[in-house]
């Protein structure tokens, strides 16, 4: 029998309003905050993700790791133990703001060194508000090794969220590689590149089958599939009632892919994105891309009751390989027929066209805030009308002598040894490089269409945006052509330490009059963002939170060839802030508590 996932209770269930001091005190409770309490150890450990034994990053044992579950206002404390051989880590938590706490956003050389082999660090940090969230490494590519997980935040007491279901499930997507990270970080830094290639597999909560003609087929004595680990690698099976409704979180944690979600027979009703309220929506599929998170709503009333339906997980922007990687499938079982007597007895269904941007398009476009809530823990703020600063982000990918790099405005980012945070915290001036990078490319001629000339001036830099406090930025990303020529590739891009409007999306080089196009009444917040081929993608958000916060493509290789900048916020209250030293003893930093502490 494969792997069964029953659904979470909703907690949107109506209870009548009795005014009364048992009433009042019982709310009160439900209200109050909790403080979390996780002790969690990663190594590697032996795994069989997609049929195929290999090594993965487990935390607790487990992977994926564990799924926090957590409510608005709880504080989450997590002593982490580093019991790999010879490597460090971290682990950030994406799309939590980390407010008061940027030195537990994971990040290494940004916002902490790494935690070496042997060491144990506390993360400390507050859910400020209800959402699908996801943890993962931001240390090397340890994300595509496996280490990564659900982070679920509900909303507190006496919110509820602006719709009804009856009850939930998780859905954590990923890709797969049967070479190990390790030989991947060479061949991207080597000459020539190696790239990565298309993965083996696509992952549902950890569990993909490679080489397998029907990935859901659950006759073992058919040979379809060979499960040499039943329990790690069988499909999941989605396990509903008739006519109910039932909340699916789906979050991407790929390193690479590019992802379109479907099931069989069933429309979805989009109504979250990153952990903020849309419009409500019917879609028959929805395109996620790494780093995205969404909730739909799933009413089990649209066909026969009797019978199962495909869930299959496609690849999209990116020409299919050879072979191409399959798609990721589960099943959606309803309620009492068991799962093995029937199986789906149609194929599972056609994602669209790997390079249909059209069709991605009109899905982005489609997405609104929610408007009109009157509560206070959920009411939708628009944007400034006016940015303060415009900075635009000129996506290149640049030879640096014989190094094939990504850049941005010719800048290919590199790490510094001394964190960001600490070395602005603490005045070490010397630890990066103090001048700016530019706030737009410097060639306005630049033609986005063709490949970067030859003799191209792109650079390795450490340089940081600093920027003021209680400000409205502007960010456009401007994408443009590779190296090889009629080649503009998908980014998604992250925004950490943040929340941010999505004003609009353009096709070809932005100008000043596309401001008009500008969504202003109701652009959706979301902490990711794609920016399409030859095209252009505009977001505002406000300085309002200090720290050192990274910006970058959410795809692993990219960022580890140099797609990202950094933003310094509010510098002059970095350097009166109280920060967890403990993050921030390494490099310059460690050198200067070291002398200070000589006997």
Same mark, same amino acid.
């Given at each position: 029998?494969?792997?069964?996932?029953? +659904?979470?209770?909703?907690?949107?269930?109506?209870?009548?309003?009795?005014?009364?001091?048992?009433?009042?005190?019982?709310?009160?409770?439900?209200?109050?905050?909790?403080?979390?309490?996780?002790?969690?150890?990663?190594?590697?450990?032996?795994?069989?993700?997609?049929?195929?034994?290999?090594?993965?990053?487990?935390?607790?044992?487990?992977?994926?790791?564990?799924?926090?579950?957590?409510?608005?206002?709880?504080?989450?404390?997590?002593?982490?133990?580093?019991? @790999?051989?010879?490597?460090?880590?971290?682990?950030?938590?994406?799309?939590?703001?980390?407010?008061?706490?940027?030195?537990?956003?994971?990040?290494?050389?940004?916002?902490?060194?790494?935690?070496?082999?042997?060491?144990?660090?506390?993360?400390?940090?507050?859910?400020?508000?209800?959402?699908?969230?996801?943890?993962?490494?931001?240390?090397?590519?340890?994300?595509?090794?496996?280490?990564?997980?659900?982070?679920?935040?509900?909303?507190?007491?006496?919110?509820?969220?602006?719709?009804?279901?009856?009850?939930?499930?998780?859905?954590? @997507?990923?890709?797969?590689?049967?070479?190990?990270?390790?030989?991947?970080?060479?061949?991207?830094?080597?000459?020539?590149?190696?790239?990565?290639?298309?993965?083996?597999?696509?992952?549902?909560?950890?569990?993909?089958?490679?080489?397998?003609?029907?990935?859901?087929?659950?006759?073992?004595?058919?040979?379809?599939?060979?499960?040499?680990?039943?329990?790690?690698?069988?499909?999941?099976?989605?396990?509903? &009632? +008739?006519?109910?409704?039932?909340?699916?979180?789906?979050?991407?944690?790929?390193?690479?892919?590019?992802?379109?979600?479907?099931?069989?027979?069933?429309?979805?009703?989009?109504?979250?994105?990153?952990?903020?309220?849309?419009?409500?929506?019917?879609?028959?599929?929805?395109?996620?891309?790494?780093?995205?998170?969404?909730?739909?709503?799933?009413?089990?009333?649209?066909?026969?009751?009797?019978?199962?339906?495909?869930?299959?997980?496609?690849?999209?922007?990116? &020409?299919?390989?050879?072979?191409?990687?399959?798609?990721?499938?589960?099943?959606?079982?309803?309620?009492?027929?068991?799962?093995?007597?029937?199986?789906?007895?149609?194929?599972?269904?056609?994602?669209?066209?790997?390079?249909?941007?059209?069709?991605?398009?009109?899905?982005?476009?489609?997405?609104?805030?929610?408007?009109?809530?009157?509560?206070?823990? @959920?009411?939708?703020?628009?944007?400034? @009308?006016?940015?303060?600063?415009?900075?635009?982000?000129?996506?290149?990918?640049?030879?640096?002598?014989?190094?094939?790099?990504?850049?941005?405005?010719?800048?290919?980012?590199?790490?510094?040894?001394?964190?960001?945070?600490?070395?602005?915290?603490?005045?070490?001036?010397?630890?990066?490089?103090?001048?700016? +990078?530019?706030?737009?490319?410097?060639?306005?001629?630049?033609?986005?269409?063709? +490949?970067?000339?030859?003799?191209?001036?792109?650079?390795?830099?450490?340089?940081?945006?600093?920027?003021?406090?209680?400000?409205?930025?502007?960010?456009?990303?401007?994408?443009?052509?590779?190296?090889?020529?009629?080649?503009?590739?998908?980014?998604?891009?992250?925004?950490?330490?943040?929340?941010?409007?999505?004003?609009?999306?353009?096709?070809?080089?932005?100008?000043?009059?596309?401001?008009?196009?500008?969504?202003?009444?109701?652009?959706?917040?979301?902490?990711?963002?794609?920016?399409?081929?030859?095209?252009?993608?505009?977001?505002?958000?406000?300085?309002?939170?200090?720290?050192?916060?990274?910006?970058?493509?959410?795809?692993?290789?990219?960022?580890?060839?140099?797609?990202?900048?950094?933003?310094?916020?509010?510098?002059?209250?970095?350097?009166?802030?109280?920060?967890?030293?403990?993050?921030?003893?390494?490099?310059?930093?460690?050198?200067?508590?070291?002398?200070?502490?000589?006997?």
């Amino acid at each position: 029998m494969g792997f069964l996932l029953e +659904p979470r209770s909703s907690r949107t269930s109506v209870v009548p309003i009795i005014f009364s001091c048992f009433w009042l005190i019982f709310l009160v409770q439900l209200s109050v905050a909790r403080v979390i309490q996780l002790k969690w150890e990663v190594e590697y450990k032996h795994w069989s993700p997609d049929c195929i034994e290999s090594v993965v990053m487990a935390t607790n044992g487990t992977f994926p790791g564990p799924t926090i579950e957590a409510t608005a206002g709880d504080t989450i404390n997590i002593t982490l133990t580093n019991l @790999l051989f010879t490597e460090g880590l971290v682990i950030h938590w994406h799309g939590i703001t980390q407010k008061g706490t940027p030195w537990a956003d994971g990040t290494a050389s940004i916002s902490q060194c790494a935690i070496n082999s042997g060491e144990t660090f506390v993360y400390s940090f507050t859910v400020e508000k209800a959402g699908t969230f996801f943890y993962h490494g931001h240390y090397g590519m340890q994300r595509s090794a496996g280490l990564y997980g659900s982070l679920i935040v509900h909303e507190a007491e006496p919110h509820r969220q602006p719709f009804r279901y009856d009850g939930e499930f998780n859905l954590l @997507l990923s890709d797969w590689w049967h070479q190990n990270v390790h030989r991947q970080e060479v061949d991207l830094s080597g000459v020539p590149l190696v790239f990565i290639g298309e993965p083996q597999a696509i992952l549902i909560n950890g569990k993909g089958q490679y080489n397998c003609s029907i990935a859901a087929h659950f006759d073992e004595s058919a040979n379809v599939c060979n499960f040499t680990k039943k329990e790690q690698c069988k499909p999941e099976i989605l396990r509903v &009632k +008739p006519n109910k409704i039932y909340r699916i979180r789906i979050a991407s944690t790929t390193a690479l892919a590019s992802l379109n979600f479907m099931i069989q027979g069933h429309k979805l009703e989009v109504v979250e994105a990153d952990g903020n309220y849309v419009k409500p929506f019917l879609v028959d599929d929805l395109d996620i891309y790494s780093g995205e998170s969404y909730s739909v709503l799933l009413h089990t009333n649209q066909g026969p009751p009797s019978g199962n339906y495909w869930i299959s997980v496609g690849v999209r922007g990116r &020409k299919p390989g050879n072979p191409p990687t399959p798609p990721a499938l589960a099943i959606l079982n309803y309620y009492p027929m068991t799962p093995v007597s029937k199986h789906p007895n149609s194929a599972p269904p056609v994602h669209p066209v790997w390079n249909n941007y059209t069709h991605s398009k009109l899905f982005s476009n489609r997405i609104k805030a929610l408007t009109g809530l009157k509560s206070q823990n @959920l009411e939708y703020k628009p944007p400034p @009308l006016k940015q303060d600063r415009r900075i635009v982000l000129l996506n290149t990918q640049n030879y640096i002598k014989e190094n094939i790099k990504w850049a941005i405005n010719n800048m290919s980012l590199t790490l510094p040894s001394t964190p960001y945070l600490g070395a602005i915290r603490y005045g070490l001036d010397n630890a990066f490089t103090q001048e700016s +990078p530019p706030d737009h490319y410097n060639s306005p001629n630049y033609n986005i269409e063709n +490949p970067p000339p030859n003799g191209t001036n792109a650079i390795y830099s450490n340089a940081v945006y600093k920027l003021l406090s209680n400000k409205v930025i502007d960010v456009i990303l401007q994408n443009a052509n590779a190296l090889t020529e009629g080649q503009s590739e998908i980014h998604p891009w992250h925004l950490h330490g943040h929340d941010f409007w999505v004003l609009g999306y353009g096709e070809g080089k932005f100008s000043d009059a596309n401001e008009t196009l500008f969504n202003t009444v109701d652009p959706p917040l979301r902490n990711t963002v794609v920016v399409y081929p030859y095209g252009w993608t505009a977001l505002r958000f406000e300085t309002d939170n200090p720290g050192v916060w990274a910006f970058h493509c959410h795809i692993e290789p990219h960022l580890h060839m140099g797609m990202g900048v950094i933003f310094a916020e509010g510098v002059e209250e970095i350097k009166k802030m109280t920060v967890n030293k403990e993050a921030l003893v390494c490099g310059l930093t460690g050198k200067m508590f070291m002398n200070s502490h000589k006997d």
